[in-house]
């Protein structure tokens, strides 16, 4: 009654009608009647009403205006992004549930309140959030706010794969991948021309070649990497590894040879110094040999072809290996910013064996087209040898390799980064691209040239990976 008293005073005040002393009976009288009583009830709880409906209304306004923004992902690369209902302020939702997802290669975990997949489609997703709230009733229509998730264009599509012309003058495959035996191991060579090429139909400018030779028991392999600023560098980069096996096909002779297999020796059991530098000079005159072999070829084809030796500016760097009974000899070449790294049998130890332009030689690429390189006071520090009792690993790459997967010199002498290398190559990577290095795997040549399409930001040059395992 005292309620209903204090509202009507106050309805009545509103409207400027006061209750003087003379109408106070007759004001007791009116508030007594269980009309009056019940039409203040009634006006009550319409008003509640209406002021519950207008929280629910601003409650959803509130929601549907609150700028939020999904992660922003890319065609083909896994997307996964939490909806934190806690950290929005959205804990009075009560329902939920996402549409629009039909074909995007999305999907969205209630329970989780986690959308994930991979897209299929780049553009701006409009993603319709239906929701209820706490307080709607259970009858009403779901309230829908859009939300836009950007999918960015997979980076690989915005670049084109124009295949180089087979007609023109010293044309070659694009990509070529092989496998083989090496001694008593196995050797995995693929060669990819870079994206930066494929985009415009140029050339792949990399290039390798490997021999076993069976009369004498030695094995090489070559890679080069044409230089991208010389117009017939594809060419080069062939012609020197080419003449390399043209060199050693002829120069390996039993005599001459036979020499280095007792200074080898001696080197083992020795390891004095006397020894180091005699098996190290045998060494560095009989590649050096190679290694001016493969100058004068080019020079001489330059020559026939009217062009100057610049235009066949390539890198080399080249390993010939044989087993013995006390282990294998290792021999190493190198000029250019191409690695040869060699990795013991258990994986603790790396070696760099080769000097690449890039530290002692740097300022500048060099290229075993450069006569200069020769007259070079450090020319004996391009040549390596090592005898060691076995290795899982003999790799040789060229800087589209190099560049992303180990980015400076100094980590190529990093048994860590050696090991997150193998690890990448067996199938820890974005792509999930493996390569299987069991003996029998017929399929590994392919394996290494789908891994090679890996994906780094601004490293677009032609891949040569190397591996004798």
């Known amino acids: 009654m ?65 700028s939020f923004f999904l992660p922003n992902g890319t065609v083909n690369k896994e997307y996964e992004s939490k909806i934190d209902f806690i950290k929005l302020g959205w804990e009075d939702i009560i329902f939920y549930e996402i549409e629009n997802l039909e074909e995007t290669g999305l999907y969205f975990d209630t329970a989780e309140k986690l959308l994930f997949g991979i897209p299929k489609r780049s553009g701006d997703l409009k993603i319709k959030f239906r929701f209820k709230i706490e307080g709607e009733a259970e009858e009403v229509l779901l309230n829908e706010k859009i939300v836009t998730l950007i999918i960015n264009p997979d980076p690989k599509s915005l670049w084109k ?77 062939k012609l020197a590894c080419d003449a390399i096996i043209d060199y050693f096909e002829t120069h390996l002779n039993t005599e001459v040879w036979s020499k280095f297999e007792e200074l080898a020796l001696n080197y083992h059991v020795k390891k004095d110094l006397e020894s180091i530098q005699k098996a190290n000079d045998f060494v560095s005159t009989n590649l050096s040999k ?126 860590e980064k050696w090991k997150a290398f193998l690890s990448d190559l067996k199938g820890d990577n974005a792509e999930k691209a493996k390569v299987d290095f069991e003996r029998d795997n017929a399929a590994i040549a392919t394996q290494l040239s789908n891994w090679m399409d890996f994906w780094s930001p601004g490293n677009h040059d032609d891949r040569t990976l190397a591996i004798i395992y």
């Open 161 to 237: 794969n124009i295949e180089s012309d087979p007609n023109a003058p010293f044309s070659k495959e694009d990509n070529v991948a092989v496998s083989a035996v090496f001694l008593d191991k196995n050797i995995v060579v693929a060669s990819k021309r870079g994206r930066s090429h494929a985009n415009v139909g140029s050339f792949r400018e990399d290039d390798f070649a490997f021999r076993n030779f069976e009369a004498s028991g030695w094995s090489v392999l070559a890679v080069s990497d044409g230089a991208g600023s010389a117009a017939l560098s594809r060419k080069g980069s």
């Open 2 to 66: 005292e309620e209903t008293k204090r509202y009507l005073q106050s309805f009545l005040f509103q409207n400027k009608i006061d209750i003087p002393k003379s109408k106070e009976s007759l004001f007791e009288d009116f508030i007594s009647d269980e009309t009056n009583s019940a039409a203040v009830k009634i006006i009550k709880e319409k008003q509640k009403l209406i002021m519950d409906n207008w929280k629910l209304k601003n409650r959803i306004d509130d929601i549907m205006q609150h």
């Open 290 to 415: 190679a290694a001016h072999f493969v100058n004068q070829k080019i020079a001489e084809f330059a020559t026939e072809q009217g062009e100057e030796l610049k235009n066949f500016h390539a890198t080399l760097i080249f390993t010939l290996v044989k087993k013995y009974d006390f282990g294998y000899a290792i021999l190493s070449f190198g000029v250019g910013d191409c690695p040869i790294n060699l990795i013991n049998k258990d994986l603790t130890e790396v070696s760099l064996i080769n000097l690449i332009d890039a530290g002692e030689f740097g300022g500048g690429t060099r290229f075993i087209t450069m006569p200069e390189i020769f007259q070079n006071e450090n020319f004996s520090s391009r040549f390596g040898f090592k005898i060691v009792d076995d290795f899982s690993y003999l790799v040789l790459m060229t800087d589209g390799i190099y560049d992303p997967k180990f980015e400076v010199e100094a980590n190529l002498e990093k048994i």
